[in-house]
């Protein structure tokens, strides 16, 4: 009897031991769920979920402080894949967060600006180029097309227009006669 | 000549109707002046080139007009001496119908040559030399899909073993290469042997179909008594002329997935590249003009035409005696790999092989789209040994995991599924597709990447910045206080209380008696 406690009492302190060198040994710095989902977002920044930007959406999700499908710009296949990462079942985008517009690029009518770095200041991935008083220009590649710059601009001098493709991006559509429902 | 069965690849189809004939029975046509050309930046594969030319300005026959950008690129030349008249969008012939920059130069008449640096005696210049020549002229693959010639040959001391020349024109109703063969083996030959000694290629193969015996012949006349140098003439099968086909046809090697043939020592040129190399090296020519059949149904004369690159394709089939009235399509390219023009305006480029006139419809892809049955018989002529059926689910699914493992950027495009489908179903438009969203997907994937180091540099800016602006305010308040421990200053404040205590006495009262008046 005392033999079998003392074993046994032996095997969980030598385990604890075990288990406490493993915690710290193999400790994983920041919260790897928030980075899976943090990579299915589409960073646009745009704040259109409620949060301060991607990451900390991401952060909400992986609390469950929010829902899945509040990313308009990630549209329904976004929210789809959250959902697949997640293992939650998926739903409909929230309409009242906006609506899936395809890629959009801001672009400043430069002889307008007056130089007031409203719109550089609101820019959360530092797309605008310009200093006081001197006229600004957007780094279209770079632009992920939040629409931030709009409402600070008090002259109402950016426009968001919408990418169209080019031979270069261009790609083949799905064929047309598909029959939805019967070979699927 | 010697016929090899034992080597074959996999899949493809035999025995489809090949209308070759219709375009062989008269000889090259010469050459003929549009009353304009156009010139898209871009002739193939790779980037824009970048024009050297300004509108207005007169250029000279084969005078570089745009030279190549970053290093998939090729140069582009004046096919005929005349003025620029326009770099603009224009509409180019490629499968989207969208336009691209383009130079419009309208001919003199003159057809005056610039001066042409041709090499005197090419098999004993040096490779490099050669190579810069090759460069310069702006040689793309006349095959298919206009690969810069330039980085093809650029094998950078790697070992060749086996130069191939593709001659198989696999695709029904295209006959340039075998006419060009037919009448021009002696310039080939020339090409091959500059070829060789460029690559330092130990062994030559023109791999060639048992339907151009006339071209076979030719070709064996003009390389007899070159060493190690032999003509294959393989039974008909398309898609026979893909690189990896040929090379598994007429080698018996299997490009490695993902590899390059030079990864198995073998580098594979179309027969026409190689008559252009011969061109620019013993000419100097660059490529200015190629042969492009016009054929089809719609034509009323089909034959192969040489034509000035640029010329609009309207003005070709006109000079080629014209469309029959019934015609309903214009297709650019084969029947199995070709695309519909967007308009019979847009010009001929450098892999313009054929233009096809069709009165009736070609494939059986318009008809209604019945479910896959699985039978499996686009997985028996797939060329490229994949699996058609699963490609088409995942296809379907937008499954783009799934689809990478089953090597979808593997498939070729040769449309041999689609056309033995019993279902009608439109394999390769779902595999183009699916290419096309994959590539979104991964571009979008990338840019989202670099969005979020933007944003997380901007945050680490912005909270660099308060920082700062804290250490700042801290800095001076401590200075401030500094300040106060000063003797000298704690003298002067001292002086001022005392001299603010004089004044407040002297002024105190009279406040009061102020207060007091009323």
Not at chain 1, 90 to 107: C, F, N, Q, T, Y
Request: contains cysteine.
């Amino acid at each position: 009897m005392l033999v079998a406690v003392g074993v046994l009492a032996l095997l969980a302190g030598l385990f604890g031991l075990i288990l406490g060198f493993a915690a710290v040994r193999f400790r994983v710095e920041g919260d790897p769920l928030v980075e899976k989902i943090d990579a299915v977002l589409p960073q646009t920044q745009c704040g259109q979920c409620g949060f301060p930007g991607c990451r900390p959406y991401a952060e909400a999700i992986a609390k469950g402080e929010a829902d899945i499908n509040c990313c308009p710009p990630g549209g329904q296949a976004g929210v789809d894949s959250l959902a697949e990462l997640l293992g939650v079942e998926s739903k409909a985008l929230d309409p009242e967060r906006g609506e899936h517009k395809p890629p959009m690029v801001a672009i400043i009518r430069e002889p307008e600006c007056i130089g007031c770095t409203l719109c550089i200041q609101a820019c959360p991935v530092d797309a605008i180029l310009g200093a006081a008083k001197q006229m600004h220009t957007v780094i279209e590649s770079e632009c992920t097309g939040c629409e931030l710059c709009i409402e600070p601009c008090p002259v109402d001098c950016i426009d968001m227009v919408e990418i169209k493709p080019v031979l270069a991006t261009w790609t083949w559509d799905r064929p047309k006669s598909e029959r939805i429902g019967v070979a699927g | 000549m010697s016929l090899l069965h034992e080597q074959d690849f996999h899949g493809g189809l035999r025995g489809l109707p090949e209308h070759k004939e219709l375009s062989t029975g008269q000889p090259i046509g010469e050459l003929f002046m549009p009353s304009r050309l156009v010139l898209p930046l871009c002739q193939g594969v790779g980037a824009e080139a970048e024009p050297v030319v300004t509108v207005g300005e007169r250029v000279l026959k084969g005078q570089l007009l745009a030279q190549a950008k970053g290093s998939l690129s090729t140069a582009l030349h004046a096919p005929t001496s005349g003025q620029v008249s326009a770099i603009e969008p224009r509409l180019v012939p490629h499968p989207s119908g969208l336009p691209a920059r383009c130079i419009e130069l309208v001919p003199d008449g003159e057809d005056r040559w610039g001066e042409l640096p041709r090499l005197a005696d090419p098999l004993s210049s040096p490779p490099e030399v050669i190579q810069a020549v090759i460069v310069a002229a702006g040689l793309a693959g006349l095959g298919g899909a206009g690969f810069p010639t330039a980085v093809k040959l650029g094998v950078q001391g790697r070992p060749v073993k086996t130069l191939l020349i593709n001659a198989a024109e696999c695709e029904p109703y295209i006959t340039c290469d075998d006419m060009l063969m037919r009448e021009r083996a002696a310039a080939i030959a020339e090409g091959i042997q500059i070829l060789r000694h460029l690559l330092a290629a130990g062994q030559v193969v023109v791999a060639t179909e048992d339907n151009k015996p006339e071209a076979a012949a030719a070709m064996s006349r003009a390389l007899a008594g070159l060493p190690e140098c032999e003509i294959l003439s393989f039974p008909t099968a398309y898609p026979s002329g893909g690189e990896k086909q040929l090379i598994e046809l007429a080698l018996g090697k299997q490009v490695p997935y993902g590899g390059l043939p030079l990864d198995i020592g073998v580098v594979c040129l179309n027969v026409g590249t190689v008559y252009a190399v011969r061109q620019a090296v013993m000419a100097g020519e660059p490529l200015i003009s190629r042969i492009v059949t016009v054929t089809g149904d719609g034509a009323n004369s089909p034959g192969n035409y040489e034509v000035l690159i640029g010329t609009p394709v309207n003005e070709l089939v006109a000079h080629a005696g014209g469309a029959t009235d019934g015609v309903e399509r214009c297709i650019m390219g084969g029947p199995m790999m070709g695309f519909m023009l967007p308009n019979d305006r847009v010009p001929v480029i450098k892999t313009t092989n054929c233009v096809l006139l069709m009165q009736t419809e070609v494939p059986a892809v318009q008809q209604p789209t019945m479910p896959c049955i699985r039978c499996g018989a686009c997985a028996d002529v797939c060329p490229a040994s994949l699996l058609p059926q699963q490609l088409y689910w995942y296809a379907r699914a937008e499954n783009s995991e799934k689809l990478e493992h089953y090597q979808l950027f593997d498939c070729i495009e040769c449309g041999c599924c689609s056309y033995v489908c019993p279902s009608r179903i439109p394999l390769v438009q779902y595999y183009r597709a699916a290419k096309g969203e994959i590539v979104e997907q991964q571009a979008a994937r990338a840019a989202a990447d670099i969005a979020r180091q933007r944003t997380e540099f901007r945050a680490a800016r912005l909270a660099a910045e308060k920082q700062q602006r804290a250490e700042r305010v801290a800095k001076k308040k401590a200075a401030l206080k500094e300040q106060g421990s000063n003797p000298e200053a704690d003298a002067k404040k001292a002086k001022i209380a005392e001299a603010m205590k004089r004044v407040g006495k002297l002024e105190a009262p009279s406040a009061e008696s102020a207060d007091e008046q009323p």
